[in-house]
């Protein structure tokens, strides 16, 4: 987990709906189970302990089937519903202890919310709808204006600012729901089910848009949804609920490696694994490099020796530079590595998924790099390595 001070901790959340909730908190902490809780006192379990910390600038996506306790949880965190018991912290402030006054000041000030459902006033212009809740904060007219407007660039609506919602795709309208979320700057940002009602094609835009604006803008997400590749398109941690309560967090690829449970286990079966497991978990050591100066003879040695398809070159600074294959080794003698570089973009970063690196290694002579930031070599993938780490996960998920 990230050595960064969480932005908001949740600790032990739990919520219980209907007028039985003191009778039936008790039992629930005695260790009877939701069912036989809600049998005894016809309460019902919404969350049940649930505890999980989200780091400032991450989206973190909170993922369950209907009924799991998503949105419960989601509006346990500004108090929109009121915990039964545990604590919420935004940095340093307990919110489960705020008073109502403070409580809607630091909802206000701190927390902006997008729903599935926008929510536009359909007799507001689209400016007029971003400025609603700087309006409500009384901030005048030609502030509220020029922050309206930015949020609505920020989100890619320009020049839509004097239309009226219904003069608006679906996509459209669900982006200017984000920019009214966005005009009162908040540092966390609630999203529920924010893009479900998008086409699958939108949807997929605005999860890439989500992404990068989270990149420029820094704001911490907590974003509900129920399907897993959302969660895996928003490319962070994800809190699994079942029941009210957390199976597992981690990112996909944990939950692919090494799932808590059957249920979880189920849960990720059809994950693309491509698409989610990295470079860096499938690559292994690099066994033929050669800096660039060497020549192609002793290049050849060392290449034969290996049983690699090609020998890896880097400079001087260790930096990955290209391949050269056996052929070409065959031929030059004692010519420079350097003179004889092929494949210069053989290469991928350590964060790329598998699928990327399968791109790569299609068009290349068998071998790619794994490389750093700086082009620093960290490893190799051979399309056996591939295949390799293919084979793991297949037998990962079938235990
Ligand atoms: N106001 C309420 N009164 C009683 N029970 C409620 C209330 N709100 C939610 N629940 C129950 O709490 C549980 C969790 O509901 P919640 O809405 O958090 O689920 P969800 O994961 O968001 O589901 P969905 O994907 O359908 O939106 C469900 O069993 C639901 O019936
Ligand atoms: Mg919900």
Redesign the pocket.
Known sequence: MSEKKPRIRVRGLTKI??DEQHVALPLLQAGKNRDEVQKATGA?I?LQDVTFDVDEGEILVVM?L???????CLRCINRLIEPTAGSVHIDDTDVTALGERDLMELRRTRFGMVFQQFALFPHRTIQRNVEYGLEVQGVPPAARRDKAMAAIETVGLKGWDQHFPSQLSGGMQQRAGLARALALDPDVLLMD?AFSALDPLIRRDMQQELVALQKRLKKTIVFVS?DLDEAIALGGRIVLMKD?RVVQQGTAADFLADPADEYVRRFVEHIDVLGVVTAGDAMRPPVAVRPWQSSADEALAILTQSGEPVVTVVCEMGRFQGTVDADTLRRAGATELRLLLSDRDACVPRSATLNEAVARLASGRGEIAVTGPDGELFGVIANADLIAALARRRVETAH
């Open positions: 709906f209907g019902v919404g369950g209907s009924g799991s306790g998503k949105s419960t089910e129920h009210g």
